[in-house]
């Protein structure tokens, strides 16, 4: 597609159950981006991913978040045993890297709600 | 670490007035870039403007400038003869010039537009 695609645009799971947020970025873009946002706060980064290089997992809160890039393209955040704290939207973004802007172009989110 | 800084969590405005969003940022990078990024309740971030610090001319996209002063480290966006569909909250974010950086976000200012 042409922008950065997410799904599910929402997920309602309960306390200790995995969940699975998917993105798929845009095409030829070698960075993709993890970040959250609750509720009346900033985005939080989370993960990034760059090329063929390891993953910057810094922003990760806790050991129960994770995730993968498959092929350079599409990537999965996962997250065990949910706690009720969980419930954000979480976002992803892309972008080029060699003779980029700088910009960021972001999916339109998966809000997830944890019960 | 680079931090951004919004004061105003919420801002107002009338139709075709003006409104200035400020913005401040901490950091010891001389070369980098800033954005104004626009979060509309369908929640995908949306670029409104970008300023690479090296050039000291301040950026503008139709409606939309900036007051970019490098010394003060501060960074406001001006909307122009505002719109109802300009009601969204904006995110100001740094990125350092290297490729292999992310995004960092302010916590957001909401603005609302009336008619």
């Known amino acids: 597609g042409a922008g950065v695609s997410q799904s599910p645009s929402n997920k309602v799971t309960e306390k200790g159950k995995d969940v699975e947020l998917r993105c798929d970025p845009i095409s030829g873009h070698t960075a993709l981006y993890w970040y959250r946002q609750s509720l009346g706060q900033g985005l939080e980064f989370l993960i990034y991913f760059q090329g063929n290089s390891a993953p910057d997992k810094s922003g990760l809160p806790s050991d129960r978040f994770s995730a993968e890039r498959t092929g350079g393209s599409v990537s999965t955040l996962t997250i065990q045993r949910t706690q009720q704290e969980d419930s954000a939207v979480y976002l992803c973004a892309s972008s080029l890297l060699s003779g980029n802007t700088g910009e960021l172009f972001f999916g339109e989110g998966s809000r997830l709600t944890v019960l | 670490a680079q931090t951004v800084t919004q004061s105003q969590p919420e801002m107002s405005v009338q139709e075709a007035e003006t409104v200035t969003l400020s913005c401040t940022y901490d950091t010891s990078e001389s070369d980098y870039y800033l954005f104004w990024y626009k979060q509309p309740p369908s929640r995908q971030m949306i670029l409104v403007i970008r300023?690479?610090?090296?050039?000291?001319q301040n950026a503008t996209e139709n409606r939309f400038s900036v007051n970019f002063q490098k010394a003060a480290k501060s960074f406001s966006l001006k909307i122009s003869d505002s719109q109802l569909g300009d009601a969204a909250m904006y995110f100001c974010?740094?990125?350092?010039?290297?490729?292999?950086?992310?995004?960092?976000f302010g916590k957001g200012t909401m603005l609302l537009v009336s008619p």
């Open positions: 974010a740094y990125r350092s010039y290297s490729g292999y950086s992310t995004l960092t």
């Open positions: 300023q690479e610090a090296y050039k000291q």
